[in-house]
């Protein structure tokens, strides 16, 4: 089983549908991250959180919401979802002070398309 | 803010070949970290080779090293003896440490000619 789950893994919806992505994590890092890909332009952060009661703003976080339900949960909202949002998107995670390497670990990626 | 540049959007190698990937990056700090990540048409994020930037020696991992020159805020990925299942888009990525997620570069996909 992956370490970092991501649901749905594909889903197209129409604009103005509220969307929620959901991730999972059983690796036990603290930090967990939402990206955004679109080709050409690379991985663009969306949020982060550093633990349930921390949660910070990325590059291009408008339109977009976050919640942490848990220590393993961290799940992406679309409140009202726009053509131009149809993306690839990650959740990744990254151990906290106590061995840090600095590198992420991604989920499979959940393919949204807004129709 | 930090920026990360892949002057390469394609590159082309024999299967077999040597090929290496460019990446240049802006930053003001001193402590930091830079990573390759490999993603396959299967869209999963893998990362190939990570290197601190403290350390002066490069980063190997098998038939993947870097050449990375700090003063010149390059840092290179040699592929060598490609192989077809190293076709895929390559990522360099940045990360400040102790900071908040990475800067990714806008990739290069690499094609290996049979």
């Known amino acids: 089983d992956a370490d970092v789950t991501q649901t749905p893994r594909n889903r197209i919806t129409k604009t103005g549908k509220r969307i929620m992505l959901e991730c999972s994590q059983t690796?036990?890092?603290?930090?967990m991250y939402w990206y955004r890909q679109d080709p050409g332009l690379g991985l663009q952060l969306i949020y982060y959180?550093?633990?349930?009661?921390?949660?910070n703003k990325g590059e291009i976080s408008d339109g977009y919401s976050v919640s942490r339900q848990a220590q393993a949960k961290f799940s992406l909202s679309l409140e009202s979802a726009i053509p131009n949002q149809t993306a690839l998107y990650f959740c990744a995670t990254s151990r906290g002070l106590a061995g840090y390497t600095g590198e992420l670990f991604f989920g499979e990626g959940s393919r949204l398309t807004v129709l | 803010a930090q920026t990360v540049t892949q002057s390469q959007p394609e590159m082309s190698v024999q299967e077999a070949e040597t090929v290496t990937l460019s990446c240049t990056y802006d930053t003001s700090e001193s402590d930091y970290y830079l990573f390759w990540y490999k993603q396959p048409p299967s869209r999963q994020m893998i990362l190939v080779i990570r290197?601190?930037?403290?350390?002066?020696q490069n980063a190997t991992e098998n038939r993947f090293s870097v050449n990375f020159q700090k003063a010149a805020k390059s840092f290179s990925l040699k592929i060598s003896d490609s192989q077809l299942g190293d076709a895929a888009m390559y990522f360099c990525?940045?990360?400040?440490?102790?900071?908040?997620?990475?800067?990714f570069g806008k990739g290069t996909h690499l094609i290996i000619q049979p």
């Open positions: 990525a940045y990360r400040s440490g102790g900071a908040d997620g990475l800067t």
């Open positions: 959180s550093f633990d349930v009661k921390d949660i």
């Open positions: 690796k036990g890092h603290d930090r």
């Open positions: 290197q601190e930037a403290y350390k002066q």
